[in-house]
T-cell receptor, first 117, second 114 residues
Framework: AQTVTQSQPEMSVQEAETVTLSCTYD???????LFWYKQPPSRQMILVIR??????QNATENRFSVNFQKAAKSFSLKISDSQLGDAAMYFC??????????????FGQGTTLQVKP | KAGVTQTPRYLIKTRGQQVTLSCSPI?????VSWYQQTPGQGLQFLFE???????NKGNFPGRFSGRQFSNSRSEMNVSTLELGDSALYLC?????????????FGPGTRLTVT
């Protein structure tokens, strides 16, 4: 079975600074997808960034980028120029590429990010 | 497009009762997945429905069930409620048209069992 681990329950960053959230996962599959989701206090889960395991190039979405290390099974999220609106709980998630599992996300425990003004 | 909607947003039930939660996916999305979120267990996958068929199921007791209608709207039912069923229940819809099958989440239903 696949598992996702986020070892940092809480992180804090100064506004405009950079922060990195860690995520490791365990799987025996070679083809899969990884995601970072953001859940602000309003509770609406929002997709931040996604990565296909077969792509070596790290995904980037504006101020958000990932460091995907497939051999190490590591998938960290870097937030540059942190803004107050980035304060939220961040979840790392795994999804198998097999056809029967496209609707199943496996989540880590989450990291609460505090942004200090 | 309108987002994923869930009703009701808040619910208080008594132990032993049953409850039905509803989820309306984004128009055109045929897949609906349900998750339970609790402080202790985090986010756990309940089940996924695609074209009115349950395609995948998580590790939850049979008290948790669901269904999907021809318009892709989905309901989940929890029978014989227990205190431990208190949680935020999230549903997510996705389109089979992209390789990512990106899931879009609703705002959730907060269930409190007393």
């Amino acid at each position: 079975a696949q598992t996702v681990t986020q070892s940092q329950p809480e992180m804090s960053v100064q506004e405009a600074e950079t922060v990195t959230l860690s995520c490791t996962y365990d799987t025996s599959e070679s083809d899969y997808y990884l995601f970072w989701y953001k859940q602000p206090p309003s509770r609406q889960m929002i997709l931040v960034i996604r990565q296909e395991a077969y792509k070596q190039q790290n995904a980037t979405e504006n101020r958000f980028s990932v460091n995907f290390q497939k051999a190490a099974k590591s998938f960290s999220l870097k937030i540059s120029d942190s803004q107050l609106g980035d304060a939220a709980m961040y979840f790392c998630a795994y999804r198998s590429a097999s056809s029967g599992n496209t609707g199943k996300l496996i989540f880590g425990q989450g990291t609460t990010l505090q942004v200090k003004p | 497009k309108a987002g994923v909607t869930q009703t009701p947003r808040y619910l208080i039930k008594t132990r032993g009762q049953q409850v039905t939660l509803s989820c309306s996916p984004i128009s055109g999305h045929r897949s609906v997945s349900w998750y339970q979120q609790t402080p202790g267990q985090g986010l756990q996958f309940l089940f996924e429905y695609f074209s009115e068929t349950q395609r995948n199921k998580g590790n939850f007791p049979g008290r948790f069930s669901g269904r999907q209608f021809s318009n892709s709207r989905s309901e989940m039912n929890v029978s014989t409620l227990e205190l431990g069923d208190s949680a935020l229940y999230l549903c997510a819809s996705s389109s089979a048209g992209t390789s990512f099958h990106e899931q879009y989440f609703g705002p959730g239903t907060r269930l409190t069992v007393t």
